[in-house]
């Protein structure tokens, strides 16, 4: 806290400046991170009365003044808060107060595969709504038959990313399939990756024109006879990398190429990040880690349950979890990640 309240004070001075919302953008910047440490210092300090005040109700009891009743109940209160508190601070990285973008793509098994991806890209903008964050829609690609082949979506509001960046990996789904006529049990996989979106001004990366290559198409899925006649959707291809980011969210092909540009330069900022993780964690031997890209959950419906497994978190009503319901999951890897412990797969 002591740190958070500098900050703030830092921050604060510069908004006396009488030429500071001459670069508004940057003034935007200052105030928002003036909000989000003002956010963790309310939180803080409300945590202390409530304790104060159980302390206070636990020495009434002592002399007849308070029931054991009323102790308890404000003993519960104030653990709640706590808990709260110390699952929040988890998200204590750059990045995690940061916007995010989610890609899924649906693995191998055709049309299965392609209308699980669909659910899945439901699920996460059900949770991403009742959250309160702001979804807007950056690329969609149908599948032959059903579903999707793969979508991006982009998620905005404060720590985004942070509550998100625990659902990169494989998604596996078992079911009785809809799209076979013998009714047989299908296992079907997709994959979704999470990355920060990161700001004009909040990081530097270096991108060389010679470095990117840029296709423009037609662009596909929902969006009416407009998608379907002008190559407004464009593709941007960095070579030193190889990755590939699509965008297809805007009416024009300029409009597009700048959000593809940001995507671009926030896919860099997420390698870097992970190149600097895989260094740590090579230093921190016999921490079990997931790795980039493996499974890390089953949703298994004619069992009626869903396991992440890392944490081992499970419920046994996978219609709430496909509806959005994803608070749970989240919360158990955040507060897992700082001592992750295996955790065996149920038989199927």
């Not at 004070?9 to 510069?14: G, K, P, T, V």
């Not at 991170?33 to 956010?39: E, R, S």
């Not at 003993?75 to 998200?91: K, Q």
């Amino acid at each position: 806290m002591d740190n958070r309240l500098r900050e703030i004070e830092d921050l604060s001075s510069q908004t006396l400046d009488p030429e500071f919302w001459n670069d508004p953008k940057r003034a935007e910047g200052i105030q928002r991170k003036i909000g989000l440490n003002q956010k963790w210092v309310d939180e803080y300090n409300t945590l202390a009365r409530e304790i104060d005040d159980l302390e206070g109700l636990f020495e009434f009891q002592k002399e007849g003044l308070s029931t054991e009743a009323e102790v308890d109940s404000q003993y519960e209160h104030a653990a709640g808060i706590l808990a709260d508190a110390e699952f929040r601070s988890t998200m204590n990285k750059k990045e995690d107060e940061m916007s995010a973008v989610l890609n899924i793509n649906a693995g191998a098994g055709g049309t299965e595969a392609c209308d699980w991806s669909a659910m899945l890209l439901r699920m996460y903008k059900m949770w991403a709504e009742r959250a309160g964050f702001k979804v807007n829609e950056l690329f969609e690609q149908d599948g032959d038959v059903a579903g999707i082949k793969s979508a991006s979506i982009e998620i905005v509001g404060d720590y985004a990313y942070g509550w998100l960046k625990g659902e990169n990996g494989v998604h596996r789904l078992v079911r009785i399939s809809p799209f076979n006529a013998q009714g047989k049990r299908q296992t079907s996989f997709a994959s979704v990756f999470v990355y920060p979106l990161v700001e004009d001004d909040s990081i530097e990366i270096d991108l060389r024109p010679d470095d990117i290559e840029m296709d423009v198409f037609r662009a596909s899925g929902a969006g009416g006879q407009h998608v379907n006649r002008t190559e407004s959707a464009v593709r941007l291809r960095h070579l030193p990398s190889g990755i590939v980011v699509e965008c297809q969210a805007e009416r024009s092909q300029h409009q597009n190429r700048d959000r593809a540009m940001q995507m671009l330069r926030s896919r860099l900022y997420e390698q870097e990040l992970r190149r600097r993780q895989e260094e740590k964690e090579k230093v921190e031997a016999g921490k079990s880690r997931i790795e980039w890209g493996s499974q890390i959950r089953s949703y298994v419906l004619d069992d009626r349950w869903v396991k992440d497994l890392r944490t081992g978190y499970k419920v046994h009503n996978p219609e709430p979890v496909l509806n959005g319901d994803l608070d749970g999951f989240l919360k158990a890897y955040l507060m897992w990640q700082s001592n992750p412990v295996p955790v065996e797969e149920d038989e199927e």
